[in-house]
């Protein structure tokens, strides 16, 4: 172990990320430097200088940790002494089983906090280059909304092609709600892929009046428009939404990502599919399946309805909806290690949706591993990250290793029980209280029940085993239990 370094951790951007990451390791007994440049230079997006102000939605999405992976994540947040969880909490507003909150509440509060911590200081200013070399631990938390020179100066340290300005998302889909008596298995013209797999892609197909009645509410269905701060933003032609390619003409798509050819139905060998959607798998667990070419403007409701319309996919289930806009995010499976340090530059962690998570409370998980682990090695006590088994754990393992081909088709992603390790099936019940077996949805509830209680037990040993000399544990870390299920 090394000793412990008394010189400043430097965080840059002060939004959820950021926060939490001060946060964390300025309860860990470590001096931060908190760098934001609303106070100095605002955005497009936001409407306040207050740290952690919520840009979008005042929803922190579902607070259900048995049956929801956001939920597990809010607990595993709350065991860690989080301050963004912990201050929503404090400011929840009526939303169902939705955590919402007072949004400006929050933010003054989140602010506040940190303003009145004694090892954190506010500084306002932006950083419009790579932080100097005097600076040996720096966080960069700077979010979709990264300022355009910082934005440059990563390009030129990472390379072209791994910083992204604009993102086009496809839908992922949940490989056991594919039904596979209507979808097969096949690479096109049976090509074996880098791993010689000549059954890579999922494919499901579409006879002409399938196609057509398809075609004709992907361009009926309602679109999302572009935000203002979004608009200038150019469509990129090999990212373009699937309802532009659709509009340009009916056979445009059966040319494009729905072609048929190479292709053979294994269910019916002898009819000739007229288009052909594919998916292709999407993480290393092979749980996720990426609907190819299928970014788009719907509306998430247009969405769901129009792609169950294929054959295969009438009951599918979506870990993400696609989308397409504004968003800096770099291909942290090339770029970071598994503590979130970027490779060529160690002493430059990554933090938010920079690193290739979607939403708030991602945004803070991601600040909140990066804060304990620059302040763990300021201190001398490296820490491992949290198991896969664990939503914290999930997520690193997801945007440092846990997509395929080495981040070539990374894009951001919210938690998901997709991105879990699948449970050990011995332990999801097959009956219920009155003796009545369990299938369908019932089951799958049962098995995120069972992914949820190991989660939370995982990240308890994990925090527990995380709290060596010299760090100190939040009195909720302290007394936190991990509930019964």
Same mark, same amino acid.
């Given at each position: ?17 950021? &926060? ?9 007994? /470590?001096? @931060?430097?908190?760098? $934001? %440049? =609303?106070?100095?230079? #605002? ?6 200088d ?8 005042? &929803? ?5 940790a048995e049956?929801n992976? /956001?939920? @597990?994540?809010?607990? $595993? %947040? =709350?065991?860690?002494? #989080? ?21 400006d509440?929050?933010a003054?509060? /989140? ?18 280059a ?35 300005f ?19 298995r ?15 892609y ?21 679109k ?22 659709a509009?340009?003409?009916r ?11 190479g ?11 007229h ?16 609907m ?25 289930e979506?870990a993400?909806?696609g ?6 995010f ?30 708030y ?8 591993l990066?804060?304990r ?5 300021k ?12 939503a ?23 938690i ?34 069972v992914?949820?209680h ?10 527990a ?21």
């Amino acid at each position: 172990m090394g000793g412990m370094s008394t010189t400043p951790l430097h965080i840059i951007g002060g939004g959820m990320a950021g &926060s939490e990451a001060a946060w964390q390791a300025a309860e860990m007994g /470590v001096p @931060v430097i908190l760098h $934001e %440049m =609303r106070g100095v230079r #605002g955005t497009d997006a936001h409407n306040t200088d207050w740290l952690a102000e919520l840009v979008c939605s005042n &929803s922190f999405r579902s607070d259900d940790a048995e049956g929801n992976a /956001v939920g @597990v994540l809010h607990a $595993e %947040m =709350r065991k860690a002494g #989080g301050l963004i969880i912990s201050t929503a909490d404090l400011h929840q507003v009526p939303a169902g089983s939705a955590l919402a909150v007072d949004r400006d509440g929050f933010a003054q509060a /989140v602010t506040e906090q940190l303003t009145g911590h004694p090892n954190i200081t506010v500084v306002r200013e932006e950083i419009d280059a790579l932080p100097p070399a005097a600076w040996d631990s720096v966080i960069i938390a700077t979010g979709p909304l990264t300022s355009i020179k910082l934005a440059e100066a990563l390009r030129a340290e990472t390379g072209e092609a791994d910083l992204a300005f604009f993102d086009a998302i496809a839908p992922i889909v949940y490989a056991d709600s594919i039904d596979m008596t209507k979808a097969w298995r096949q690479s096109r013209y049976d090509k074996p892929g880098p791993h010689g797999d000549k059954a890579a892609y999922i494919n499901c197909p579409l006879d002409e009046a399938g196609y057509n009645a398809f075609l004709d509410a992907l361009i009926g269905g309602e679109k999302t428009e572009f935000r203002d701060w979004e608009k200038d933003t150019p469509y990129f032609e090999g990212c373009l939404p699937i309802e532009v390619m659709a509009e340009r003409g009916r056979e445009t798509l059966r040319y494009g990502p729905m072609k048929p050819v190479g292709l053979t139905n294994a269910h019916a060998p002898e009819i000739k599919a007229h288009a052909v959607v594919q998916l292709r798998q999407d993480n290393a667990l092979g749980t996720l399946w990426n609907m190819v070419g299928f970014q788009t403007k719907l509306k998430y409701g247009a969405q769901t309805d129009i792609f169950r319309m294929i054959p295969g996919l009438e009951n599918a289930e979506f870990a993400r909806l696609g989308g397409i806009h504004r968003n800096t995010f770099i291909n942290s499976p090339r770029l970071l290690d598994h503590q979130l340090r970027l490779k060529s530059m160690p002493r430059l962690r990554f933090a938010g949706q920079v690193t290739g998570v979607e939403g708030y409370v991602e945004s803070a998980a991601m600040g909140l591993l990066a804060g304990r682990f620059a302040a763990a090695e300021k201190l001398g006590q490296p820490l491992s990250p949290p198991p896969e088994t664990t939503a914290l754990g999930a997520l690193i393992k997801h945007i440092t290793g846990g997509h395929l081909s080495s981040g070539q088709t990374f894009q951001p992603m919210n938690i998901n029980f997709g991105l879990f390790p699948p449970p050990d099936m011995a332990l999801v019940p097959n009956r219920d209280a009155d003796g009545h077996r369990i299938r369908g949805k019932a089951k799958g509830r049962a098995k995120k029940r069972v992914q949820a209680h190991r989660a939370l037990t995982d990240i308890a040993s994990w925090l527990a085993g995380a709290a060596g000399p010299g760090v100190r544990l939040t009195p909720s870390q302290a007394t936190a239990d991990t509930p019964a299920f």
